[in-house]
């Protein structure tokens, strides 16, 4: 028994359709890339600040759970983009390392971006590039005092900024610089 035959003019795609589709295809992903770029940059920025506002947490916790002095060091010297967590150690004296140094993401780095006004209360706008806690889990200054003006800014590379506060309970609050103010996430 004989198959029938599909005739000419439906056995597929035309060139003329063909390109017609990729030409489509081609117009979307041009317009849809920048915006995937643009949303992949901001999800980086949130989550290094969000990174930071738990290290705070965990030096904050370790003071208060081991009696003793903890901080948060940036250092944006001698390994740019890099922070740590670090313990007093009553046997050595000093502060010895918790957890390893960890790394900012991608395209972000410590500063102000855009921002020209200081986050969660804090004068003068600056970076702060230790935070120590005392034995209370309380942000502390050099004098030993309480201490409302830790903030620590991230920006990338497009002047975006965040910034991660502590307040003088030692609570962590993340903002970020929206339209010349902050706003708290």
């Known amino acids: 028994m004989k198959t029938p035959s599909v005739p000419k003019k439906y056995a597929g795609f035309t060139l ?5 589709a990729v030409a489509i ?3 979307l992903t041009a317009v849809a890339i920048p ?3 643009a949303m992949l940059r901001s999800y980086r920025l949130a989550g290094s600040a969000r990174a930071i506002s738990h290290q705070l947490s965990l030096a904050r916790l370790s003071a208060a759970t081991d009696f003793t002095n903890a901080q948060l060091v940036i250092d944006t010297a001698v390994v740019p983009n890099t922070y740590i967590v670090q313990v007093w150690d009553k046997s050595i004296p000093g502060f010895v390392d918790v957890g390893g140094t960890q790394f900012l993401s991608q395209g972000i780095s410590f ?3 855009a921002a020209t006004v200081a986050a969660g209360g804090q004068a003068p706008m ?3 590039l230790q935070a120590v806690f005392n034995s209370r889990g ?3 200054d050099g ?3 309480a201490n409302p003006n ?3 800014y991230l920006a990338d590379d497009l002047g975006n900024a965040y910034a991660v506060g502590v307040t003088v309970g030692g609570h962590t609050r993340v903002y970020q610089y929206i339209a010349g103010g902050w706003t708290q996430q």
Request: aromatic share 4%; charged share 10%; proline share 4%.
């Open 25 to 27: 295809i081609l117009v």
């Open 143 to 145: 004098a030993g005092a």
């Open 16 to 20: 003329i359709e063909l390109v017609v």
């Open 35 to 37: 915006n995937a770029m």
């Open 138 to 140: 309380i942000p502390i």
């Open 150 to 152: 830790d903030v620590i």
């Open 111 to 113: 500063g102000f971006g």
């Open 126 to 128: 600056q970076q702060t």
